[in-house]
């Protein structure tokens, strides 16, 4: 089993920058790839962006490329989102996922954590 529980989220103006966290316990963290997701209200779960385990290779939904970075720190079993540019349309409860591929489809996941809100105002 793998624990996640993800920190960082709140109120931010349009334009601003925020830094998700997602501690991990549990397993050993390096051997999982480990991705961001989000849902908005009324809306499907995303994709956002992954990171692998093996290389750290990242992979960003079109609609953050450039403006997120996913991050991994193994021997603090965290992984990260950098968020800046926000906008809007980012609004949505962000969860962390960890699995074997690094994969943009939620099902390739085993483990998730409880999400974060994060709200970004015009």
């Known amino acids: 089993q793998v624990q996640l529980v993800e920190s960082g989220g709140g109120l931010v103006q349009a334009g601003g920058s925020l830094r998700l966290s997602c501690a991990a316990s549990g397993r050993t963290f390096s051997n999982y790839a480990m991705a961001w997701f989000r849902q908005a209200p009324g809306r499907e779960r995303e994709f956002v962006a992954a990171?692998?385990?093996?290389?750290?290779?990242?992979y960003y939904a079109d609609s953050v490329k450039g403006r997120f970075t996913i991050s991994r720190d193994n021997a603090k079993n965290t992984v990260y989102l950098q968020m800046n540019s926000l906008k809007p349309e980012d609004t949505a409860i962000y969860y962390c996922?960890?699995?074997?591929?690094?994969?943009?489809w939620g099902t390739g996941y085993d483990y998730w954590g409880q999400g974060t809100q994060v709200t970004v105002s015009s």
């Open positions: 990171i692998r385990a093996s290389d750290g290779s990242e």
């Open positions: 996922a960890a699995g074997k591929w690094a994969t943009k």
